[in-house]
């Protein structure tokens, strides 16, 4: 792992110019067949989002829904690349992202009431969201789709992983012990990462976080084709 003494202004500016192709090829040492399987299963989201692209006079909600879905799929994409680089607190910011904007989606695309508090209070959410209702803030996705399960009719295991991931990725999105962790090095003298950069000694925790992205990127593909498939006979 490449040592940088922040205290000294040159070893800052060769970390701001750094290609990190020797932090890209360690880590594709321990993931050659995961990073491909990922990429395929990204080309096939953009291939199943030509849906969006190619429809011929779209309605507003095809515009509105395909826009997260392109987020869901390039957020996702990003977090990858963070977490290939050894960012692993903006990758799981983007991770969470991604997330919210795929439950946007879902929510955008049906044509139906939720609920969207404890109170049972109704919302037509596709009409207020173009109305910049307060409720219809994307933070709110995840828990609005976690609780209209039914009424959305969701795979609630695929839905059941989303949320989970939404709320350890929540983590990510503030400082916390986790942000903190994720920042020190592993070796002998325990010291400060500045930048990215592979940590071997952290194989175990980068094998989960390559794991739950591969798994959640899996859920995508048929997803767009549904989440479309809603929008355009909403």
Same mark, same amino acid.
Request: with cysteine.
């Given at each position: 792992m490449k040592v940088i003494e922040p205290r000294k202004v040159e070893d800052v500016v060769n970390e701001l110019f750094d290609d990190y192709r020797q932090t890209l090829e360690d880590f594709a040492k321990n993931y050659n067949q995961e990073i491909l399987e990922f990429s395929e299963t990204i080309s096939k989201?953009?291939?199943?989002?030509?849906?969006?692209?190619?429809?011929?006079n779209p309605s507003n909600r095809i515009i509105q829904v395909g826009g997260f879905v392109y987020l869901s #799929?390039?957020?996702?994409?990003? =977090?990858?690349?963070?977490?290939?680089?050894?960012?692993?607190?903006?990758?799981?910011?983007?991770?969470?992202?991604?997330l919210e904007s795929t439950c946007m989606a879902i929510l955008l695309a049906t044509d139906c009431e939720i609920e969207i508090d404890r109170k049972k209070q109704k919302s037509q959410f596709y009409e207020d969201f173009v109305n910049d209702k307060k409720h219809t803030k994307?933070?709110?996705? +995840?828990?609005? +789709?976690?609780?209209?399960?039914? #009424?959305?009719? +969701?795979?609630?295991?695929? #839905?059941s992983s989303v +949320?989970?991931?939404?709320?350890?990725?929540n983590q990510? =999105?503030?400082?916390?012990?986790? =942000?903190?962790?994720?920042?020190?090095t592993s070796a002998n003298n325990i010291s400060w990462l500045m930048g990215g950069g592979y940590d071997k000694k952290k194989k175990s925790i980068y094998d989960r976080k390559f794991e739950a992205r591969v798994n959640y990127v899996g859920i995508l593909p048929t997803l767009i084709l549904e989440v479309f498939d809603r929008a355009k006979h909403a």
């Amino acid at each position: 792992m490449k040592v940088i003494e922040p205290r000294k202004v040159e070893d800052v500016v060769n970390e701001l110019f750094d290609d990190y192709r020797q932090t890209l090829e360690d880590f594709a040492k321990n993931y050659n067949q995961e990073i491909l399987e990922f990429s395929e299963t990204i080309s096939k989201c953009h291939r199943n989002y030509q849906l969006f692209s190619n429809a011929k006079n779209p309605s507003n909600r095809i515009i509105q829904v395909g826009g997260f879905v392109y987020l869901s #799929i390039d957020n996702a994409y990003t =977090s990858m690349k963070l977490l290939m680089l050894g960012y692993l607190t903006p990758s799981g910011n983007m991770l969470r992202q991604s997330l919210e904007s795929t439950c946007m989606a879902i929510l955008l695309a049906t044509d139906c009431e939720i609920e969207i508090d404890r109170k049972k209070q109704k919302s037509q959410f596709y009409e207020d969201f173009v109305n910049d209702k307060k409720h219809t803030k994307s933070y709110r996705a +995840v828990s609005y +789709v976690d609780n209209n399960q039914q #009424i959305l009719g +969701v795979n609630d295991q695929s #839905i059941s992983s989303v +949320v989970k991931g939404k709320q350890f990725y929540n983590q990510y =999105s503030h400082p916390s012990k986790m =942000s903190i962790a994720s920042r020190l090095t592993s070796a002998n003298n325990i010291s400060w990462l500045m930048g990215g950069g592979y940590d071997k000694k952290k194989k175990s925790i980068y094998d989960r976080k390559f794991e739950a992205r591969v798994n959640y990127v899996g859920i995508l593909p048929t997803l767009i084709l549904e989440v479309f498939d809603r929008a355009k006979h909403a």
